[in-house]
T-cell receptor, first 113, second 116 residues
């Protein structure tokens, strides 16, 4: 049963701490993405990766970092430099060469106290 | 600079009637459009898409219309059902000119409520 998993579903952290959000996919997709959703706004692209060991900044990369050491995994670290980290974070992936149809995971709600 | 806009934050419809969700875009390089449906605290799920070479695509109760001259697309749901109540996002894609990667640009979303 293929899909994208994100864990945990809810995450709480104290201000000033770095936190890493997990994203795993078993769809054999090459490309993976991280988005952020805030109330009343659409999804905004944080980082994306077309292939293992390569990733690019999206529209709002400041305060975030990623790695892509394995095809299946694309973890996102929210650093203390991110000014407004409380948000709903969504991971997505797409099939090789078909970047326009992205499949999303269930999301992680991060709350920074 | 909001390149994809959904100007109606919410829409309320009676069960059995038609729901029409609208989306406008400004970037003429967009060549593929998608609609996603999202329930609270869940990831969006793909609903229907349309290429810029078409003006209509239909899938069951869902039809997407594209008017390129007006840079406008709409999603029609007929008949609407209470289970359709969700946030609907419009998204647009532009090929990165010969390379294999482009990116999706999302609208702000429209909350659809279908009343029994």
């Amino acid at each position: 049963d293929g899909g994208i998993t994100q864990s945990p579903k809810y995450l709480f952290r104290k201000e000033g701490q770095n936190v890493t959000l997990s994203c795993e996919q078993n769809l054999n997709h090459d490309a993976m993405y991280w988005y952020r959703q805030d109330p009343g706004q659409g999804l905004r692209l944080i980082y994306y990766s077309q292939i293992v060991n390569d990733f690019q900044k999206g529209d709002i990369a400041e305060g975030y970092s990623v790695s892509r050491e394995k095809k299946e995994s694309f973890p996102l670290t929210v650093t203390s430099a991110q000014k407004n980290p409380t948000a709903f974070y969504l991971c997505a992936s797409s099939r090789p060469g078909i970047y326009n149809e992205q499949f999303f995971g269930p999301g992680t709600r991060l709350t920074v106290l | 600079d909001q390149q994809v806009k959904q100007n109606s934050p919410s829409l309320s419809v009676q069960e059995g009637r038609i729901s029409i969700l609208n989306c406008d875009y400004t970037n003429s390089m967009f060549d593929y459009f998608l609609w996603y449906k999202k329930y609270p605290a869940e990831g969006p799920t793909f609903l229907i898409s349309i290429s810029s070479i078409k003006d209509k695509n239909e899938d069951g109760r869902f039809t997407v219309f594209l008017n390129k001259s007006a840079k406008h697309l709409s999603l029609h749901i007929v008949p609407s059902q209470p289970g359709d109540s969700a946030v609907y996002f419009c998204a647009a894609f532009a090929n990165a000119g010969g390379t294999s990667y482009g990116k999706l640009t999302f609208g702000q979303g429209t909350i659809l409520t279908v009343h029994p």
